[in-house]
DNA sequence: GCTCTGAATGTAAACGATTACATTAATCTA
DNA sequence: TAGATTAATGTAATCGTTTACATTCAGAGC
């Protein structure tokens, strides 16, 4: 009911008897003033209840001492994870974290630029597909006064001087695949992303080589979209099951896919790894407590959360852009029991 | 490398060579310039690749078009879909959101004082749990110039005042006890959240209050904290297990704890439903996928969010505290496979 | 007591936008 | 065309901090 004004540094100088900058330096300066006028000050803050006004105190430092983290959804386990090691280094800086969650939807290069140059944060982390990503992006990055790093999805070559950590998921796409062709599959279907996805591209591309390194041929329908969620891969694995040449393995570019499949399996009445095999993509929480538990490919992602704010608080602290070495961690294939050998 | 300074409305307005008023309302009110001066102006934006400081924006209209939500954890599908919700609504206004994890810690009083104050945001959502939740909480609300809303958590009696969104826990939790009743259980143990959730201490309560009604005592060690995380589950369903008077139903206070326990039971050679039924709580969009699917209690997330975000733009519009009437929407239960009649 | 020195405090400019009010330009009316 | 009216633009104050610089103060040494 009250609704104050809130108390501003004049009222708490006023009370006190001193001037602002005065009570300016007793909150980021305290040794620069006498005892006995900071004790008088204190008062007057506890007296108004004054806290100072952050929006104030980032525009005249010019610094928001926030970094805001674009992320395709706040849902997705995997990047929860991720953010677990964002946050871990932030904690030790005294900055907050905004996060920006873009739904899955790849941003289009102005609205990445249009945040970029919003100010509203002294440095950015995107985690998100970015699209177009050519030159326009580019464009936009040199106009940048603050540093971006870029985790997970990896980018096209021509912005190589984005700085960037993630896993080689050409690599570990072809491991997994080459894991389900070891395990005797010769059809091996597989759900991508969206189509404007390059995370999942990539993941499509080590699929693709792996297959036709082991000269195995992909039917026409093999190859769908899955929305990166449960429901989109659900509906994905119905036309796969009822396929004329149906796949005896199924690769999903994420776990989440790949739980939506193994739903709908059951829910036709096959069974994992019995009729069908799946092999998911990430390992988040969720993959080891499924029944069957979930063969899938682990991503450091706690790690990759770390490594990208190591390197963005490095950026930001030189004041200069991170040097755009991309950063390539480990990957690792889990087994657990959703891929057996297929019946002949 | 080019690190410019990024252009201020000075310099558009020098540019153009009109002044800096001219410039803002160009952006501001575009129809209060003439269509010549505008095209300057336009040219001299462009050329420059201004865009208008948020930061100063902010500071001076005192408003920051921002909202904040403190929310327990980005990870738990449940709290995703009610952000859901409050996007779907946020996404109406001319708003962002900013995401504040408490990562499951409860918030003290004086944390959220803080926070409120920052007026780094014209409002705020607490999905999450404060404690110590009395008087201190409510003497830095009365401080306070931006509206709350509190979504979820229940908050005791004496915070009246503030409003909120949220399921009636109690009667969902006798509710999901007594099917578990009514299929014939009469040994059922309770997993809870951390003891200072009120949320979980609420579903305890109803949880205690079926037992009672229906006479059935609650032995020593069935219930059991559980972090509200599937490890924590796991541990304390393993010590469920072992109990010298095992438990014939596991009730956990959300899903996330349903799925760890799920695994733990499995683990240790037993099956679900067969052996032990598990309840979840909340009907996140795993529960359906597991397998056997998880009996929960759904919540309409996505609708409390809406409803919450709704409350909070009236009051944000209206320049006051919304009114402090709880809005309690309805829970289901929702019945599939891992509750089943005990064996014996 | 006087000067000197360093510490403590004060003064005022700046950050980049918005906006009330003043001024100038354009248009209309008679 | 003068004068009135309205539209377009400019001037300058303002928001709440921080901080360079100026000033004042307290104590030391003589």
Known sequence: MSQLAQASIKQVAEIAGVSIATVSRCINNPDQVRERTRTRVQAAILETGYSPNTIAQSFRR??????????PSI????????????????????YSIIINETNFNTMTAEEVGAI?????????????????????VLAKAE???????????????????????????????????DYLISNGHKKIAFISGQSTSLLTKDREFGYRAAMHKAQLSIKEGWVLEGNLNIEGAAKACGKLLKHPDRPTAIFCANDEMALGCMHEIKR???????????????DIRYAEVMNPALTTIAQPAR?????VAVRLFKAIESGSQPNNQP???PHKLI?????AKPVS
């Open 335 to 339: 087994v657990r029991q959703s891929v």
């Open 116 to 136: 970029m140059v919003s100010r509203q944060a002294d440095g950015f982390i995107l985690l998100a597909s970015i699209f177009p990503f050519g030159n326009e």
């Open 268 to 282: 036709k009445g096959l069974s994992v790894p019995e009729d069908i095999s799946v092999m998911g993509f990430d």
């Open 62 to 71: 010019g610094r928001t001492n926030v970094i805001m983290v674009v992320m």
């Open 303 to 307: 790690q990759i959360g770390e490594r």
């Open 143 to 177: 106009k940048r006064s603050q540093p971006v790093v870029i985790g997970c999805e990896t980018i096209s070559a021509s912005l190589a001087d984005i700085p960037s950590v993630h896993i080689d998921n050409v690599a570990a796409a072809r491991e997994a695949t």
């Open 75 to 94: 849902g997705d386990p995997f990047f929860t994870d991720v953010m677990q090691g964002i946050r871990s280094v932030v904690a030790d800086h005294d």
């Open 327 to 329: 950063v390539i961690l």
